[in-house]
């Protein structure tokens, strides 16, 4: 009898076993599976997870563990030089195929490259897949075959194309190995914080794709209809929160399709209303900002728009300006309180996530990479794409970008989505006694009512960091600089 050799099935930012389309053809295979978890922070060069994102992986891997012992497997935890360990376990246990999901962040795919050259050179058969998108960045591109740079082209052509249901996994055992390789417990990966900042992250998050598909079904069978009027309101429960599931690969895209449409059956209409249609919308920005990063490779820390590598940012030698922003002490409540729920949950309001973004880069008039870096270590969803994408755009410099005079005005923008007050009381709860018509302006109150609030200005709240009349004044400014520049 021909025993068939072992197929890896190689876990990266595809940790679930539904609509996995690796693991999918591995299990056609009919032979040993293994799969295998590599660690291996130096290949993503730059742009090692953050520590939130740690947090997140470790329980993400642990989840997934349990689902494969549930089919009577286990994941194979590895560290080490990504082409190294796995020339090294496919030369030891008899491995005949490699199968993986694609990944499109630039380093990783020059990785992903060589050890495919490497593997094929040796006699193994390696397949990849798509994973992690409704429509890969290089199937898409405009009439004259370039990239889009435009959100609202790119997916209208997008919703031309057909969407695959997901797979589904319907096998009740997958296939061990003979014998187990060694591998590495979960805690030797080293990926919890050595502070104790994470201690509210449990009651937040629950990593894993039973956690992915609980947050989608919540979702669905409440939010989603009205999902158009609550998404910028952050005191409420009005999106989604998928994307660290999404980031993670605990949840697809497809999947997240395949049950919006499953929700009108009934009625065939898809996308029943607006709130579905700009919710799915939102599934096609994670899609373009992958676009971009796949064909701007350069973004992460370098403006699209090459005119804005010259704009004339204002001095922070020492960081005390930009520490002030991430403490959420500037004095801007909205601001503040978005600083602090990143902090202490790993995650922030995509609304209040612009405005924190254009306080730091048109009010303070500081780099934007200096906001992506610290949004790469505290959110849970740091997403090189996605942040890339936010964060150029809130400056103004990348593609489909608010212009850079267009400047949030903090006061304006809580009021506006904040009217009550609620996010603000919930994270800076040193104003929570104030009158809801100065919780967002509290330099405006008198001394009684900021002694009956127990607020002291300067004290255990601060004065504002920049006047918004001047801030905005000098933004523009700046701004008209550059602009003559760029026609000189």
Known sequence: MLIKRAVI?????????????????????????????????????????????????HHALVALDQELKKKGSRLLLLRGETKQVMTDLVAQNGVGSLYWNRRYEPAIIKR????????????????????????????????????????????????????????????????????????????????????????EFSGEWQPGEVGARKRLRKFLDGGVDSYAEQRNLPATDGTSRLSAWLHFGELSPRQIWSAVRERNQDTGIFPANLGERVFLSEVGWREFGHHLLFHFPHTPTEPLRTEFASFRWAKDPDGKKLRTWQKGLTGYPIVDAGMRQLWRTGWMHNRVRMIVASFLVKHLRLPWQGGAAWFWDTLVDADLANNTLGWQWSSGCGADAAPYFRIFAPVTQGERYDPEGEYVRRWVPELTLLPNTLIHRPWEAS?????????????????????????????????????????A
């Open 112 to 199: 992903d490259q060589l050890l495919k050259h490497e593997l094929i050179q040796a006699g193994i058969e390696t397949r990849s897949f798509n994973g992690s998108l409704l429509f890969e960045p290089h199937t898409i591109s405009n009439k004259q075959g370039n990239p889009y740079q435009v959100f609202t082209p790119f997916w209208r052509f997008c919703l031309t194309l057909p969407i695959s249901d997901p797979l589904e996994l319907v096998t009740k055992q997958i296939t061990p190995p003979i014998k187990w390789p060694k591998s590495l417990e979960i805690d030797g990966l080293g990926l919890l914080p050595s502070i104790p900042w994470d201690r």
């Open 9 to 57: 099935v190689w876990f990266r930012r595809d940790l679930r076993l539904q609509d996995n389309p690796a693991l999918m053809a591995a299990l056609v295979h009919e032979g040993p599976v293994l799969p295998v978890y590599i660690h291996d922070e130096e290949a993503e060069v730059a742009w090692k997870d953050g520590g939130a994102s740690r947090w997140w992986l």
């Open 447 to 487: 001394d009684e009512i900021l002694h009956a609030a127990k607020v002291r200005l300067g004290d255990n709240y601060p004065l504002p960091m920049v006047d918004h009349a001047q801030a905005r004044t000098d933004a523009l400014a700046a701004f008209k600089l550059l602009r003559e520049k760029a026609h």
